[in-house]
T-cell receptor, first 118, second 114 residues
């Protein structure tokens, strides 16, 4: 149980175009979705937290106009990289908490999207 | 501020031997959760084990065990009987009160030798 499906798994796009990444919770309702970015051989860095029906909360230094997050339903959160540039090339991964209370949340991750901007 | 430290960028272990991956953390919150994740080359994050700050006993999940030393603020992962398929990146992570955010350590790359 508690599966998050992330698509696409990889994408190559031209500089200046926009790319949408989707994360769907398949068997639970994800009221919250975390979006991470991971550069090669580095750790996951939290970009933003999306909550269903409200605006996303962005971490310091993350451009909210560049990384548009939409969480329109309890099962779908999307990240759109607008006007992508080569420096946006990275591995993007979503994560949703499920079950538990307090700090005893389980977290399930999407399979990640490898974005290459050429 | 919350912090997770993994000081081993890379580790080698012989197949069938045990290996310990180090993790120390820092937080002033009394309630927190500690996680270990495995990330193979495919990129997916695989949950391995969880330890709550109030748990009295060390967590175990199959070949994985978490050596939780609260006073030292350490949460080392022990993998027993290493397998070739254990070669991957391993991340220590912590959730803390105030928004269930998760912070990750820098990771340790484990290489299992045949």
């Amino acid at each position: 149980g508690a599966v998050v499906s992330q698509h696409p798994s990889w994408v190559i796009c031209k500089s200046g175009t926009s790319v949408k990444i989707e994360c769907r919770s398949l068997d639970f309702q994800a009221t919250t979705m975390f979006w991470y970015r991971q550069f090669p051989k580095q750790s996951l860095m939290l970009m933003a937290t999306s909550n269903e029906g409200s605006k996303a909360t962005y971490e310091q230094g993350v451009e909210k106009d560049k990384f548009l997050i939409n969480h329109a339903s309890l099962t779908l959160s999307t990240l759109t990289v607008t006007s992508a540039h080569p420096e946006d090339s990275s591995f993007y991964i979503c994560s949703a908490p499920w079950g538990g209370t307090g700090d005893n949340y389980g977290y399930t991750f999407g399979s990640g999207t490898r974005l290459t901007v050429v | 501020a919350q912090k997770i430290t993994q000081t081993q960028p890379g580790m080698f272990v012989q197949e069938k031997e045990a290996v310990t991956l180090d993790c120390t953390y820092d937080t002033s919150d009394p309630s927190y959760g500690l996680f270990w994740y495995k990330q193979p080359s495919s990129g997916e994050m695989i949950f391995l084990i969880y330890q709550g700050s109030y748990d009295q006993q060390n967590a175990t999940e199959g070949r994985y065990s978490l050596n939780f030393q609260k006073a030292r603020k350490s949460a080392n992962l022990v993998i027993s009987a290493s397998q070739l398929g254990d070669s991957a990146m391993y991340f220590c992570a912590m959730t803390y009160t105030g928004g269930f955010k998760t912070i990750f350590g820098a990771g340790t790359r484990l290489f299992v030798k045949a």
